[in-house]
């Protein structure tokens, strides 16, 4: 079964600390992914997404991401998180399999960062 | 532009009861989903529909029924609730920009915490 994987649950780091959250998928066939996050408080957003093209791609406030195909991997990068990076990150795969649309999030991880 | 929006949100149900839950979008999109958020479990999948009148099922959608009769509503229906259905409930919609949902943003609304005893 197709399935995304965030192995870090919960992450703590330090202001101006590098950040990477891994996220892995079981898929064999094309699929798009996307990073969203919830900041306390509000809606899951948009950070970026890739289905095409170069396989790192920038998002908001500096996140970026980066599609590796032989290793199903799309981590989540930032070189300096900040206090208000605090939220819950979700990876998620939205694939298309026989005329539907699975869509998959994985289970997400915790970052709090310490001001 | 309030974007996507849920009621109520909070409810306490007794097992059996029935309830819906509102999703409304004021972006013309026309893909709406609804998912369930529970720890350890990520969000999953419940219903999606594609267009005004469609709906398709997701990943869970036993114990769960769908209607979009107008185009900015999607409501989510419990005909009898039970506490596995203890949730909190997303609803989102995308656009279909580029003809392929798969690569589309989803909006998400605030959420609707559900308990059922």
């Known amino acids: 079964a197709q399935s995304v994987s965030q192995h870090n649950h919960h992450v703590i780091l330090s202001e101006a600390a590098s950040l990477e959250l891994g996220c892995n998928y079981s898929?064999?066939?094309?699929?798009?992914l996307f990073w969203y996050v919830q900041y306390p408080g509000q809606h899951l957003q948009l950070l970026l997404k890739y289905f095409s093209g170069d396989p790192l791609v920038k998002g908001i406030k500096g996140f970026e991401a980066e599609f590796i195909k032989s290793k199903f991997s799309f981590n989540l990068r930032k070189p300096s998180v900040q206090w208000s990076d605090t939220a819950e990150y979700f990876c998620a795969v939205i694939a298309k399999n026989s005329g539907t649309y699975k869509y998959i999030f994985g289970t997400g991880t915790r970052l709090k960062v310490l001001a | 532009n309030a974007g996507v929006t849920q009621t109520p949100k909070f409810r306490v149900l007794k097992t059996g009861q029935s309830m819906t839950l509102l999703c409304a979008q004021d972006?013309?999109?026309?893909?709406m989903y609804w998912y369930r958020q529970d720890p350890g479990m990520g969000l999953r999948l419940i219903h999606y529909s594609v267009g005004e009148g469609t709906t398709a099922k997701g990943e869970v959608p036993d114990g769960y029924n769908v209607s979009r009769l107008k185009k900015q509503n999607f409501l989510l229906g419990l005909e009898s609730a039970a506490p596995s259905q203890t949730s909190v409930y997303f609803c989102?919609?995308?656009?279909?920009?580029?003809?392929?949902?798969?690569?589309?943003?989803?909006?998400f609304g605030p959420g609707t915490r559900l308990t059922v005893l």
């Open positions: 898929y064999g066939g094309t699929v798009n």
């Open positions: 989102a919609s995308s656009p279909s920009l580029s003809g392929r949902p798969s690569t589309d943003t989803q909006y």
């Open positions: 972006m013309n999109h026309e893909y």
